[in-house]
Structure formats: C-alpha cells, structure tokens
Nanobody, 118 residues
Framework: VQLQAYGGGLVQSGGSLRLSCATSGFTLDHHVIGWFRQAPGEEREGVSGISTSDGRTYYADSVKGRFTISRDNAKNTGYLQMNSLKPEDTAVYYC????????????WGRGTLVTVSS
C-alpha cells in the first residue's frame, strides 16, 4: 500500500493550489481519505476527509469555505483544492487512508510542502 501526496509549492496569499493523493495497493472503495497538515513547531491537525463510498465530507473550521476535497475512485486518487490561501495555511500536507469502519488511519503518504507568502 502506498500513498503519495503531491502538488504543493509556493503561492502568494489569496492564491490557490490543488493537492493530489495518488494511492496504490488497495482500492479506494469503502475507505476514507483524509488530509492532514503540520506546520513547523506545531502538532499535526486534520484538515479534511471524504468517504469514498458516499462522498460525505469533513472540513476543519479553519478551512471551511476555502478548501474542497474530492476523489476519483477510478483513478485511485484523492484531491484537495485549496483556494484563498493564507500564510497560516503554510505546512506540510499529508494524505492518509483508512477503511470506512476503522477509527484510525492505517495508511500514510509522504507529505508535500505548501508555503503561502504574505
């Protein structure tokens, strides 16, 4: 099982980025894809999640209205569209996956750095 997040980069405040989470070794059906981030010196926090079965989503309050999570089961890929980026969004972003009924994420990918300049 492998997950790889990519699409990070440097963007100005107010800009947009789209992160992708490529998965392999399992099918996305009946899983939850989650996006997390960790800023320097801070704990990892959950940003968003999506059920690959019914499309239900979760967003942290800090990103509601700005970020949109989606997935393409056929491509085994998850996405995080990030708009209206703020400097406080700067962090390493990770994607993870868990089975729908599980309570913790089993699979984690390497992160991708997002830097938002003011």
């Amino acid at each position: 099982v492998q997950l790889q997040a990519y699409g990070g980069g440097l963007v100005q405040s107010g800009g947009s980025l789209r992160l992708s989470c490529a998965t392999s070794g399992f099918t996305l059906d009946h899983h939850v894809i989650g996006w997390f981030r960790q800023a320097p010196g801070e704990e990892r926090e959950g940003v968003s999640g999506i059920s690959t079965s019914d499309g239900r989503t979760y967003y942290a309050d800090s990103v509601k209205g700005r970020f949109t999570i989606s997935r393409d089961n056929a491509k085994n890929t998850g996405y995080l569209q990030m708009n209206s980026l703020k400097p406080e969004d700067t962090a390493v972003y990770y994607c993870a996956a868990r089975k729908y009924a599980a309570t913790k994420y089993d699979y984690w990918g390497r992160g991708t750095l997002v830097t938002v300049s003011s």
